[in-house]
Nanobody, 123 residues
Framework: QVQLVESGGGLVQAGGSLRLSCKASGLPFSNYAVGWFRQAPGNERMFVGSISGSGGSTSYADSVKGRFTISRDNAKNMVYLQMNSLKPEDTAVYYC????????????????WGQGTQVTVSS
């Protein structure tokens, strides 16, 4: 049974930092790309960034480029989303998702999803 579990969300002031974690189990982790998505109330689930199975390739949405960094530790089945210089518009539920082999910016392309973790940035 595949499981993805996010953690690390919380309340932070604008300009602050948070690191989200995504723990995977039940799949050959290094064969799966991982994407991070976020969804604010009333909005669609949006691509934040992704990382290849090896960790050698990353991609980011323009809105977070230069502020967010994705990394992974395949030995621990973990993926991280380091978020710096947070803005109130970053407030959302953040999800990690896994896709076999190749990452994608469309949420519909991902096979497995975590339950999400809330990030709230106060102004």
């Amino acid at each position: 049974q595949v499981q993805l579990v996010e953690s690390g969300g919380g309340l932070v002031q604008a300009g602050g930092s948070l690191r989200l974690s995504c723990k995977a189990s039940g799949l050959p982790f290094s064969n799966y790309a991982v994407g991070w998505f976020r969804q604010a109330p009333g909005n669609e689930r949006m691509f934040v960034g992704s990382i290849s199975g090896s960790g050698g390739s990353t991609s980011y949405a323009d809105s977070v480029k230069g502020r967010f960094t994705i990394s992974r530790d395949n030995a621990k089945n973990m993926v991280y989303l380091q978020m710096n210089s947070l803005k109130p518009e970053d407030t959302a539920v953040y999800y990690c998702a896994a896709r076999y082999l190749v990452s994608h910016y469309r949420s519909s392309e991902y096979n497995y999803w975590g339950q999400g973790t809330q990030v709230t940035v106060s102004s």
